[in-house]
């Protein structure tokens, strides 16, 4: 069965550094989406993106996030000046077309932690 | 905020079935019931979702009641691998999906 795939699936990076989360989407699919997860806290939506744009994004998605889609398979989500609390579990959705009867599809994660 | 409600744990014997309650009294007509799962710190697990009518996936059932204010998911044999955090989510906006708490479900041995 297809799958999102997200690496690495451990980065470590210092206080301040940039950082880029990678995922490739299923393949057949145009909806794209980040979220992530502090321990112990709730899956929070980060940003959703669809033909080359952001569609929709919330409070925490601030100018230190960027996404962008550089090769028609990859899905990456950069961190421009990392801080101590982003640490957290970064997740990648896709999704086949919008619409609430098309469910987002999770990769497994990338666990960033800064130090 | 998510605008469901689940109970916070709930627990079920191996082998028997699991029915795992919802209330999303806010929803509205065209808005869908997705469930999704966790186990452990792994990604969201698509599990069902549903619109008015009960439906069945070679994971789950989920029926949904006439009123469409609430819904129940239900594993029908449950096993030591279905102990996971199940979130029941009302898409409110055609986009992201918003997760509340969710329901720790320990299947016993």
């Known amino acids: 069965e297809p799958e999102v795939t997200q690496t690495p699936s451990h980065q470590v990076t210092q206080m301040g550094q940039e950082v880029i989360l990678r995922c490739v989407p299923i393949?057949?699919?145009?909806?794209f989406y980040w979220y992530r997860q502090i321990l112990g806290q709730k899956v929070e939506f980060l940003v959703s993106?669809?033909?080359?744009?952001?569609?929709?994004k919330s409070e925490i998605f601030d100018d230190q996030f960027s996404v962008e889609r550089p090769d028609g398979s990859n899905f990456t989500l950069k961190i421009r000046s990392t801080k101590l609390e982003d640490s957290a579990m970064y997740f990648c959705?896709?999704?086949?077309?919008?619409?609430?009867?098309?469910?987002?599809?999770f990769g497994d994660g990338t666990r960033l932690s800064i130090l | 905020d998510a605008k469901t409600t689940q109970p916070p744990s709930m627990d079920c014997a191996e082998g028997r079935a699991a029915n795992l309650p919802c209330n999303h009294s806010?929803?509205?007509?065209?808005?869908?019931v997705y469930w999704y799962r966790q186990i452990h710190s792994q990604g969201p697990q698509y599990i069902i979702h549903?619109?008015?009518n009960n439906e069945t996936n070679e994971m789950a059932s989920l029926i949904i009641t006439e009123d469409r204010k609430s819904s129940t998911l239900i594993l029908p044999h449950a096993t030591l691998r279905d102990t996971a955090v199940y979130y029941c989510?009302?898409?409110?906006?055609?986009?992201?999906?918003?997760f509340g708490e969710g329901t720790q479900l320990t299947v016993n041995p």
């Open positions: 806010t929803i509205s007509g065209n808005e869908y």
């Open positions: 393949s057949n699919h145009l909806y």
């Open positions: 549903g619109l008015k």
């Open positions: 989510i009302q898409e409110t906006s055609g986009s992201r999906l918003t």
């Open positions: 959705a896709s999704r086949l077309q919008q619409g609430w009867e098309q469910p987002q599809h």
């Open positions: 993106f669809y033909n080359n744009e952001i569609s929709e």
